[in-house]
Each structure stands twice: as structure tokens, then as C-alpha cells.
């Protein structure tokens, strides 16, 4: 019995960390640690999804997402959104961040929360061509969590996946 | 219900500022502009729906977050006059976003060590875009105040229009003080120093003066609000009233 549950609980966990962004779909919700666990409670896959910007729109769409994903391996399924610890980019996982970089979105670049990150200059390798002579176009991109930038090496523009 | 008004003030500041980013959307004064507001406006607007369905859940009448939003008046929203401030012209909405944010951003991490878990949850987001958002206005406030005779003067005209608002970030309606007392949200007019020190800072580098309101101007939080109000909730409400439980 116990080893039945617990293939479940993997089961579950498989199909729902299977499913991929919406907005940034080279890489998964497991990839990108918005999907933070998956238990299996009576039954019921209940899954732990964290939104990655307050108003980030992705969020129902990520959510159904997940739901349906787990219907489909045949469970019964339930989301439940988990606000604390709050999601940051350090819970990218280094696959989701290689993923990002071969799909040409520039990886955060590590230890948010500090200030500095923020406030400070940061320097942004380019996702094509590694140079980091690269500069800032727009502080807001083409999703909330995301900059633009130029590539002044090799002139590639693309997004950078902003640290918080 | 003293918890459930004092989450709804703080949202409904949250959803009126969020709403006024969103009118410039298609309308900025170029693309990336365009982008960043309603970026913006998102970020609050998220807060906002989060803040709502807590309030809904502890006053337990079944008010949803769209109820709290789409189907209260004019004189039932207790948003601060700040938020509810018309648009203008791009410096007025910098200045205001700046003098927003740079109040939300101590509350916010204040805010962390609410005693109730969904204010702890939304403070440990917010207060990371608001710190983007002090950034980002801020820059745009030192630009247009160390920039061309024209953005400088508009951006002076924008301090000077927006003063009067200041004061009434810093007050606690009976409502907010009883929930401080409890621990759930921060003391108000504990952030002053910080707001001051904030915008202090940026002036300088704007080449801006402080200026020392005359008067303040309040009544956001007794549902006294300016005549603007009621034609940004008749734009937001119109939809969901027409066709009141909607879906598609």
C-alpha cells in the first residue's frame, strides 16, 4: 500500500512538473519553481503553485494547466496557491536556467534579494554570443518578468529574465 | 469589521493606481513606456485581487474579489486621493507612481512581520516591485527634472499639483489603527522618515525643491473622494454590471 502511494505521489509529481510555461514555454514549471510540490492527499493530487509577479496574468493559465496535466494521468486534481516563501529567481533550478539561455533568454543573474541586484548595475551575458558588452533597452520587456536588451558584440537584441 | 475595512482601503489603493497605469496603455509616449506602465499596473493589480479575496474570506459574507471591486460606488471605495489623481500629463504619472511606491516599499517590509500569514505572503512580492517601481519612476523624475526647460517645468507643475496629497499616505483610519494595534499591518505614520528620506534623494538629483504644502488635502479613506473617481469606476464597472456573473 505504502509503496503504491508513494508511486502515486511520484506519478503526480512527474505529470504536473511535466508542464511548460505559457509565456516561456522552453522551460517547466518545475524548471522554473513555480510548481512547488505535489501530494497525494484521499485520492486527490493536490499541487503547491506560487506566482512569480503579483500580477503575473500567466498565473490562471499556469494553474489549469497543471490541473488538467494531472487529470490526464488519471487523478483527481486540486491547485492550491502558495504565497509564502515568496517565488524568486533563485528557485530557477541551473537546467531551467541553461533551457532559458539556449532558447536566447538571458538567465537572472544569481542571489536576488539583495538590494544591489536591484538597484545596483548588473552585467547581463549575451544568450547568443556570451559577450557581456550589453546594454539595457528597457527596464520592462515583453512579460512582466522579463528586461530587454542588446547585444553590442554580435547585435542580437533579446530578453533578459530579471532578478527579484 | 476593522481587519476587513483596513484590507480594503489598502486594496482599493492598490486597484485605482493599478487602473490609472492601465489608461496609458496603447497611449504612451513611446513603446517601452507602453510596456512598463501596464507592467506596472499589473503588479498592483495582482496585490489588489489577492488583498480583495483575503478581505472577502474574513468579513465571510461571500463577497468575491470581482463583488469588492465591480459592485461597490463611488462613496463605498476608500482608496487615498493620491492613487485616484488623473493622469495628466507623463510627468504627473511618474511623480505619483514615485510617491506611491516610495511609501509602499517600507510597508511593505514592515509589513513582513504582519501576524497574519496573506499580508505576509503579498509584503514578501510587493515589496521587491516596489522597489523596481521607486526605481523606475524615480528615474524617470530625475530625468524630467534635470532635463529640458519643458519636462522640468511639468515635472514642477506635478510636485506641485500632487503635494497636497502627501500627508494623507501617512494616516490611519480607525479601521487601520485597530489592525495595527493587532500587528496585521504596519503603523503608517512610522514611514514618514523614510518616504522623506526617499524622495529627498532623488530631488536632489532632479535639480527639485521640496515643497511645503500650504494645506493637505483628505477624505480618500471617509469615501470623500475628487469627481474624477466616479468616472474611472464607471469605465472599470460598466462590463460587469451590464452583465452582472459574465464569463468567457
Not at chain 2, 496573506?118 to 524630467?144: D, P, Q, S
Not at chain 2, 526617499?198 to 525643491?209: D, I, P, Y
Not at chain 2, 477624505?219 to 460598466?238: F, P, S
Request: with cysteine; glycine share 8%; proline share 4%.
Amino acid at each position: 500500500m505504502t509503496v503504491c502511494w508513494q508511486g502515486s505521489a511520484e506519478a503526480a509529481w512527474e505529470a504536473a512538473a511535466a508542464v511548460p510555461d505559457p509565456e516561456v514555454p522552453c522551460v517547466t514549471v518545475a524548471d522554473l519553481g513555480i510548481l512547488r510540490w505535489v501530494r497525494v492527499e484521499d485520492g486527490v493530487a493536490v499541487a503547491g503553485v506560487t506566482p512569480t509577479y503579483s500580477g503575473c496574468p500567466a498565473v490562471l493559465a499556469i494553474e489549469l494547466a497543471v490541473e488538467a496535466a494531472l487529470r490526464e494521468a488519471g487523478f483527481e486534481a486540486r491547485i492550491e496557491r502558495v504565497l509564502t516563501p515568496p517565488w524568486t529567481t533563485d528557485w530557477i533550478t541551473d537546467e531551467g536556467r541553461e533551457k532559458l539561455r539556449e532558447y536566447g533568454i538571458a538567465p537572472p543573474v544569481k542571489s536576488s534579494g539583495s538590494i544591489r541586484s536591484l538597484f545596483g548595475e548588473v552585467t547581463v551575458a549575451c544568450p547568443k554570443c556570451g559577450s557581456t558588452d550589453t546594454e539595457k533597452l528597457s527596464e520592462f520587456g515583453s512579460t512582466a518578468c522579463k528586461a530587454h536588451y542588446r547585444c553590442c558584440a554580435c547585435a542580437e537584441p533579446f530578453d533578459y529574465f530579471k532578478c527579484i | 469589521m476593522a481587519v476587513f475595512d483596513a484590507l480594503l482601503e489598502l486594496a482599493d489603493d492598490h486597484l485605482i493606481l493599478g487602473h490609472r497605469l492601465s489608461e496609458w496603455c496603447g497611449h504612451a509616449p513611446m513603446l517601452e513606456e507602453d510596456l512598463a506602465m501596464p507592467n506596472m499596473g499589473l503588479d498592483l493589480i495582482g496585490t489588489a485581487r489577492t488583498l480583495y479575496d483575503h478581505a472577502g474570506k474574513l468579513e465571510g459574507k461571500g463577497r468575491s474579489e470581482d463583488d469588492l471591486a465591480y459592485l461597490r460606488g463611488e462613496r463605498e471605495y476608500r482608496n487615498c486621493l493620491l492613487v485616484e489623481r488623473p493622469n495628466e500629463d507623463f510627468a504627473h504619472t511618474m511623480l505619483r507612481q514615485f510617491y506611491f511606491a516610495a511609501f509602499m516599499r517600507p510597508y511593505w517590509l514592515a509589513a513582513l512581520n504582519s501576524t497574519d500569514e496573506v499580508v505576509r505572503g503579498v509584503a514578501g512580492k510587493a515589496e521587491k516591485e516596489m522597489a523596481y517601481h521607486i526605481r523606475h519612476a524615480g528615474e524617470w523624475v530625475i530625468r524630467l527634472g534635470d532635463g529640458t526647460e519643458e519636462s522640468a517645468a511639468r515635472i514642477r507643475d506635478a510636485v506641485e499639483a500632487l503635494h497636497i496629497y502627501v500627508d494623507e499616505l501617512f494616516d490611519s483610519s480607525d479601521a487601520a489603527q485597530e489592525a495595527e494595534a493587532a500587528g496585521l499591518l504596519p503603523v503608517r505614520a512610522d514611514l514618514r522618515a523614510t518616504w522623506d528620506r526617499t524622495v529627498a534623494e532623488v530631488f536632489a538629483e532632479a535639480l527639485l525643491e521640496q515643497p511645503t504644502a500650504a494645506y493637505a488635502q483628505r477624505g480618500g479613506r471617509q469615501g470623500i473622494h475628487n469627481e474624477t473617481l466616479g468616472h474611472l469606476l464607471a469605465e472599470m464597472q460598466v462590463v460587469h454590471r451590464a452583465h452582472p456573473g459574465a464569463r468567457w
